[in-house]
């Protein structure tokens, strides 16, 4: 069956990095994009960055720009977000996700808090 697992999450101080990493099983992960959201407590679940399944195209939220990566390694089965620059406002559980189908697939999620 399908999998995400995601993992890097943990406490960061303001300014520092993390990089998070979601391990796929289950299917043909080379042939579908793949995405990280995030979701702080009280708001909404936000698309976060997109990666293509090559990798050749990738897409950001606005309020990451510049800060965060991703990409990925399809020999790995794995997709990446680093995160540099963290600020307060990204403390939030991060998820990895994918489409095929027809239907979305989640991972459980890994929690960032950035504080100090």
């Known amino acids: 069956q399908v999998q995400l697992v995601e993992s890097g999450g943990g406490l960061v101080q303001p300014g520092g990095s993390l990089r998070l990493s979601c391990a796929a099983s289950?299917?043909?992960?080379?042939?579908?994009?793949m995405n990280w959201y995030r979701q702080a407590p009280g708001k909404e679940r936000e698309l976060v960055a997109t990666i293509t399944s090559v990798g050749g195209g990738r897409n950001y939220a606005d309020s990451v720009k510049g800060r965060f990566t991703i990409s990925r390694d399809n020999a790995k089965n794995t997709v990446y977000l680093q995160m540099n620059s963290l600020k307060p406002e990204d403390t939030a559980v991060y998820y990895c996700?994918?489409?095929?189908?027809?239907?979305?697939?989640w991972g459980q999620g890994t929690q960032v808090t950035v504080s100090s």
């Open positions: 996700k994918t489409r095929f189908g027809y239907r979305d697939y």
């Open positions: 289950g299917f043909t992960f080379s042939l579908y994009a």
